[in-house]
């Protein structure tokens, strides 16, 4: 008898017993998998689809013993599934688990042979075609339940495509040689090569693999390829030469000018761009009002306002920022693209600027003023800028904590000299 899966399930609904009411949290997929199994059991208990980890599994007491067990052994066993968890591979999942089930019923079900040939043996799971299968599930898998679409394309596709063009290169061979070769890509301790790592030993796990620990010096280490002095933010002088060059320029209008601007007044990602307010505060000076959340695995940013704190040789109105606001606000493509970041780093290309400057830049610039110029404490200054005062630390730490060491030290030689 076939099974299908049901559109959707009542959220009160209780699955079966073994399920405690905290359970019910469940994510609707998982909930509609369960119930589409018990339909196809035509209601026989003792049978469950459960997610333990990252993997699913069939639980009950009616699988067989395992080679070895005793058969008075009379409990319940758990069969891990081949099918990764998520909304997208659920008929699939069901498809399988009710094909363990039929075969349990026919007596014709049996443990897989520990002794048998492994996928992970078969050196042809390396063709560019086997690896292409890989990421699909993978992406399956994670997409919709762990990030969106997007990240999947900017963060993890690009990763993994390298992958599959270095199998095609060389599809035969043990999976350290691949993996070497693949990560070797790129230059040792960048940041690039760390997440090529990341992303191509998550493959490997999802797909069962054992990883090459040999492999664990190849990720390299952040702090080794951080830069000493910290990030690189704009100086007033650049900052001048930036608006100067976008004046001059016949491509760049006056919304490109005033997105900059907004940038360095009120230290914005640039993705905070969209859906942005300004207004005048209370003492006629603009404040931005930023509406555009950011996600991450450390969480969402909230709507937060903040105040101007523009470079120290600027006018108190930012360049009438208000009154260009009002007259013509902010460029089409700062509203339209997914990454205004990325277009604005373009741009500072085209115009020159020094090549280790993106739009981030005016951000960093912004936070030192925080703190070396108005000398804000540091959870004042990441509630202005919309992190955690980790981040902030982590991000300017060097910066803040560089001139007061110096000056301390400083002191400290002095008074010794003057013993």
């Known amino acids: ?3 299908s899966l049901t559109p959707f399930a009542p959220i009160g609904a209780r699955i079966s017993p073994r399920f405690p009411p905290a359970a019910l949290a469940s994510p609707p997929w998982l909930r ?41 052994a009379a409990k319940h066993r758990s069969f891990t599934l081949a099918t990764p968890p ?12 009710c094909n363990v089930f039929d075969s349990c019923m026919a007596a014709t079900w049996s443990w897989p042979d520990p002794d048998a040939p492994r996928d992970s043996d078969d050196l042809t799971r390396f063709h560019p075609d086997h690896l292409r299968q890989r990421v699909a599930h993978l992406r399956a898998a994670l997409v919709g339940e762990q990030m969106g679409a997007r990240t999947w394309q900017r963060t993890w596709e690009p990763y993994l495509s390298r992958l599959v063009a270095a199998a095609a290169v060389s599809p035969a061979g043990e999976d350290a040689a691949l ?11 960048s940041r690039a090569r760390q997440m090529g790592y990341d992303r191509a030993r998550r493959l490997w796990k999802e797909a069962g693999w054992p990883w090459p620990e040999e492999l664990a010096s190849l990720r390299g280490s952040g702090r080794a390829a951080a830069n000493p002095a910290g990030v690189r933010g704009f100086s007033d002088s650049e900052i001048q030469q930036l608006r100067e060059r976008i004046t001059a320029s016949s491509r760049l209008g006056p919304g490109d000018l005033l997105a900059w601007d907004v940038l360095a007044a009120f230290g914005l990602r640039p993705q905070e761009l ?15 009002v930023v509406h555009r959340s950011k996600r991450s695995s450390k969480g969402t940013t909230r709507p937060r306002q903040v105040v101007a704190v523009p470079p120290g040789d600027w006018p108190p109105d930012c360049h009438q920022l208000l009154r260009r606001w009002r007259e ?30 993106s739009a981030y830049g005016l951000r960093h610039a912004y936070a030192l003023r925080l703190g070396l ?8 200054s990441a509630e202005l800028m919309g992190h ?19 000056a301390k030290v400083q002191q400290l030689v002095a008074a010794r000299a003057g013993r």
């Not at 969209?274 to 931005?288: F, H, R, T, Y």
């Open 274 to 288: 969209i859906g942005l307010e300004l207004k005048a505060g209370a003492d006629g000076g603009p404040v931005a």
């Open 328 to 357: 013509h606000g902010l460029p089409d493509w700062s509203q339209r693209l997914a990454s205004p970041g990325q277009h604005m780093t373009q741009q500072l290309r085209r115009l020159h600027m020094p090549s280790d400057l």
């Open 86 to 97: 998520g909304p997208l591979t659920a008929a699939a999942a069901l498809a399988e688990a």
């Open 388 to 406: 955690s005062p980790q981040v902030h630390l982590a991000t300017y730490g060097r910066h803040l904590d560089g001139p007061a060491l110096q």
């Open 179 to 189: 993996l070497g070769a693949y990560l070797r890509q790129w230059e040792p301790n």
């Open 373 to 380: 110029d108005l000398g804000l404490h540091v959870r004042e």
């Open 32 to 72: 509609n998998l369960s119930r589409a199994f018990k339909g196809h059991r035509l209601g026989r208990p003792g049978w469950y689809i459960e997610q333990h980890r990252d993997r699913l599994r069939v639980v009950s007491a009616e699988l067989p013993p395992r080679p070895g067990e005793s058969l008075e």
């Open 1 to 3: 008898m076939g099974a």
